[in-house]
């Protein structure tokens, strides 16, 4: 059962009113058209018009809308019912500018389609795959993730193309603006005013920018020039397909399952105060509505879509995450495919501005996936997992030309930062739980006061083993509620074998005695009967073994009898 955290103005399951939602569905598509910055530099490396280019652009507004609404399906096999919005992937770049040079637009279509259905295969089996995603390694990527924005982030704040371009004053103060109004509104606000943090920045940005001479008169009129409705031209869609081309597609899709795995596994921590694990089948069908975006998208003529994490990070920062949200974000981003003077308000945002509130969205970002790979005690094993992966994942963006001498079939590897430390992190995860398993074993007299004992063995364990205390604390329990349910069922004074094995993602307590085989009920027993029947006093505290452990199995060897109880962690 999860529940609400109190920073949440809207929770997941909340219904905001209209207006709100409308204002809130306005905030995320501003960010969102910052993935037609991958579209325009796709296309443009390929030798397409600017005419093709603003024609993949309105089809993308309606595969973003499409997608972000599939994502928001709380029931069925699609849909991970949470608002995080989906929009063009900056992992399928390198690939796609590749499929586009020997196929052009055609391939890259196909191809798209070709990922979003390894990502739906993939999804089929995301509930298998828990020890690949353990908090450490989405918490990674998820860091990564933010950081991985950051050099374009940078860039915009200062308002320049790259490094090279000269800074301007107006420019900076228009970034910082932008970003000193969402900062103190989110911080000094009273009330709702916080749902509008963004929103209200942005305008200030706006304003400013007119001000301060960032945004030209010239880009004003692109407003007025625009027609108000027109309809998006589909001549340029077309499917082709290259074998060549399947083993970096199949690379760069792993790569944004797991980016979306992280943003899936924010979404359930920021809804819930109680979240201790990622819920995988929940994640699956959320991946299962990620790789359906790619085939919608490639059907579309588009290129390959994803979880936009930086949305999760907006939905934080306002403290808004109802699923509502996500369908007035979809249908007013299909509406926009047919409303280009709309679109244009959107299209003529000043770099600076989006700077300003890219720093706002990454700082939750960040700190979220610092939070999550925290979430465990970090051991040397995951001090190894962790800082590798960072470090050698952050020295692609710091020397770019590192790796370009790389063998061929690594260079898929080593394409990006987020690949890098994507790779690593599962890579080094995998081999760091080479003898992770720990094991210990305490044997007890039944009917002799043993809850000092055992509370300590477990407690000891568990501190070295880097165990949660809650799971310690439900095992100390079901223990001994067993060792007094032996004793009420009339065998004091035998012995009782408790074996204890830890792996990371499960605790199990083998528990073995000589006698006859507990009963442990599904059913609360009648209380009336227990003080006066033993032996109801047993199935009561047999009651309790099974309310408290996640799974128990009993079992007859010989003469002895076995409980085996399973604790998830």
């Not at 196929?103 to 389609?113: A, D, E, H, R, S």
């Not at 193309?161 to 989110?186: C, F, H, Q, R, Y």
Request: proline letters at 5%; glycine letters at 8%; charged letters at 15%.
């Amino acid at each position: 059962m999860t529940k609400k955290p109190a920073n949440l103005l809207y929770g997941v399951d909340d219904r905001p009113p209209a207006g709100i939602c409308m204002v809130l569905a306005i905030q995320h598509i501003f960010f969102l058209t910052s993935g037609f910055i991958v579209v325009a530099i796709v296309m443009g490396q390929i030798g397409c018009s600017p005419d093709l280019i603003r024609n993949v652009v309105s089809m993308t507004m309606i595969a973003s809308g499409i997608a972000t609404i599939l994502q928001a399906l709380n029931c069925g096999p699609v849909g991970s019912g949470y608002l995080c919005t989906e929009g063009t992937d900056p992992s399928f770049l390198s690939v796609s500018v590749l499929a586009g040079t020997v196929g052009g637009p055609p391939l890259i279509f196909g191809m798209t389609i070709v990922s979003g259905i390894i990502e739906c295969l993939l999804s089929r089996v995301m509930h298998r795959l828990r020890v690949i995603f353990p908090p450490d390694v989405t918490g990674v990527v998820l860091t990564m993730v933010g950081l991985n924005i950051v050099p374009i982030m940078i860039l915009d704040f200062m308002g320049i193309e790259d490094k090279n371009t000269p800074i301007e004053t107006a420019n900076v103060l228009v970034a910082a603006i932008t970003l000193a109004i969402m900062a103190g509104t989110s911080v000094w606000s009273k009330g709702k005013l916080r749902l509008y943090s963004v929103i209200i920045g942005i305008a200030g940005g706006y304003c400013a920018s007119i001000l301060l001479g960032v945004l030209t008169p010239s880009q004003m009129r692109e407003i007025t020039l625009a027609p108000v409705v027109s309809l998006p031209d589909i001549s340029h869609i077309g499917y082709s397909f290259d074998p060549a081309l399947l083993i970096p597609m199949v690379i760069v899709t792993l790569a944004s399952t797991l980016k979306s795995v992280a943003s899936l596994t924010m979404c359930q921590k920021i809804n819930d105060t109680t979240w201790t694990r990622p819920d995988l089948v929940n994640i699956g069908k959320g991946t299962l509505a990620d790789g359906l975006a790619s085939v919608v998208g490639g059907s579309l003529g588009v290129l390959g879509k994803s979880l936009y994490a930086a949305s999760v990070g907006l939905t934080v920062a306002t403290g808004a995450t109802s699923r509502i949200i996500a369908y007035y974000i979809g249908g007013l981003f299909i509406a926009l495919a047919f409303l280009p003077k709309l679109a244009a308000v959107f299209s003529i945002m000043p770099k600076p501005v989006m700077g300003g509130a890219m720093v706002y969205m990454v700082c939750f970002m960040v700190i979220s996936g610092i939070q999550m790979m925290t979430s465990r005690m970090i051991d040397n094993r995951k001090t190894f997992v962790i800082a590798v992966s960072l470090m050698f994942g952050m020295s692609v963006d710091i020397f770019p030309n590192l790796y370009q001498h790389a063998h061929p079939l690594l260079k898929p590897f080593l394409s990006s930062s987020l690949t890098v430390t994507t790779v690593l992190a599962i890579v080094l995860n995998l081999i760091m739980r080479i003898g992770i398993s720990q094991r210990a074993t305490l044997k007890l007299k039944s009917g002799v006061d043993a809850s000092d004992t055992i509370f300590q063995f477990m407690e000891d364990k568990g501190a070295s083993w880097g165990a949660r205390k809650d799971v310690i604390h439900k095992a100390v329990a079901a223990m001994n509620e067993f060792a007094e349910a032996i004793v009420n069922c009339g065998m004091k004074g035998n012995e009782i074998v408790m074996s204890v094995v830890f792996d990371e993602l499960s605790l199990d307590v083998r528990m073995t005695y000589e006698g006859q085989v507990m009963e442990f009920p599904t059913e609360r027993p009648d209380m009336a009967t227990i003080v006066d029947d033993e032996e109801a006093l047993a199935r009561m505290s047999g009651f309790l073994v099974r309310h408290y452990a996640d799974r128990i199995k009993v079992s007859r060897e010989g003469d002895r009898s076995r409980v085996d109880l399973h604790f998830e962690h």
